[in-house]
């Protein structure tokens, strides 16, 4: 599944090409009789309601929160026009294209100057919806994700006081709990703990200030490092332009099973296990 430095490299590509475009027309091949997926594209009746409210409408700005990408709308004719935000959420094997297309295409918007943007999404897994831009992050959608690890204002000591509300949780499995910290998952806790030096068992409780403080600069380092790089394609992530990202060149820990650690003077080998229904990797010998 797409991390945050996966979504957020797909948010800056569309910032450089689809703001104050229009969107034209919108087409889906879904069709789902899924109840839970009532307010979703992939239920037929809500994409007509979804048609309607975005047709002609402008591209004003886009954001990630999370692992969500916002495209937000212009408002309608009328002067209490309400603003209108897409919310995607890619999901386990989706991504977006900017005037480009490939086989498993499930959404087309056509959008102003003879431009599209295409949903690709082999598993059909992906999430569209449609939201009030005022209310969107007050829905139930947006409203139970905790704070972004690469926000100005987020420091160590509020690291700390998130994960500290899971004290009997194991580190591996508290750092992918999105209502505590938004947008890590496999590849980027695996990573994190390896620099850091912390086992991906270890119970929050017995975690020390100091180690607080490397897991809190190491991820601020490799999220940044992974977006400089667009991202990891290990699996099947491509960027707007149909590009791999390459941080999956920079791995330390993420499925390298059985090869040697790479941290300078330590003998220990990558080990894998599943711990929470989660696969972690993980250094035999300097992660404790």
């Known amino acids: ?16 090409k689809i703001i104050d475009l229009t969107i034209k ?11 839970r997926q009532h307010d979703a594209v992939a239920n037929p009746k809500y994409f007509l309601l979804f048609k309607k409210e975005i047709l002609n409408k ?36 989706g991504h977006l294209l900017f005037n480009n297309k490939d086989k498993f295409i499930h959404l087309l918007f056509t959008l102003s100057g003879k431009n599209y943007l295409a949903f690709s999404d082999i598993r059909k897994f992906g999430k569209i919806t449609l939201l009030d831009t005022k209310t969107a992050h007050d829905t139930r959608h947006l409203n139970n994700i905790g ?37 890590i998952g496999n590849i980027y806790s695996d ?11 270890r119970k929050i409780k017995d975690i020390k200030d100091e180690e607080f403080k490397k897991i809190f600069t190491a991820m601020q380092t490799i999220l940044k490092k992974s977006i400089s790089l667009g991202g990891d ?23 390298r099973t059985g090869e040697k650690c790479g941290k300078k003077n330590c003998k220990g080998i ?16 300097h992660q404790k």
């Not at 990408?69 to 897409?86: E, F, H, Q, R």
């Not at 100005?152 to 591996?172: A, C, D, H, S, V």
């Not at 990558?270 to 010998?285: D, E, P, Q, T, W």
Request: contains cysteine; hydrophobic residues 35%; aromatic residues 6%.
């Open 147 to 183: 704070p972004e690890p690469l926000d100005k204002n987020f420091t160590w000591q509020k690291l700390k006081e998130r994960l500290i509300k899971k004290p009997q949780g194991k580190i591996k499995t508290v750092l992918m709990d999105q209502s505590l910290l938004s947008g």
């Open 233 to 255: 394609s290990m699996s099947d992530y491509i960027n707007l332009f149909g590009k791999k990202g390459k941080f999956q060149l920079c791995h330390n820990a993420y499925r």
């Open 191 to 201: 990573e994190i703990l390896w620099q850091a030096g912390i086992h991906p068992e």
């Open 58 to 93: 402008k591209i004003i700005s886009v954001e990630r929160r999370a692992k969500n990408i916002l495209i937000n709308l212009s408002g309608g004719p009328a002067k209490d026009g309400v603003k209108k935000t897409i919310l995607i959420h890619l999901k386990m094997t």
């Open 270 to 285: 990558i080990l894998r296990k599943i711990i929470n229904g989660r696969s972690a990797h993980f250094c035999s010998v």
């Open 1 to 16: 599944m797409p991390e945050l430095p996966e979504v957020e490299t797909t948010v800056r590509g569309l910032k450089k």
């Open 25 to 35: 027309d919108v087409w889906t091949d879904l069709a789902t009789k899924d109840k």
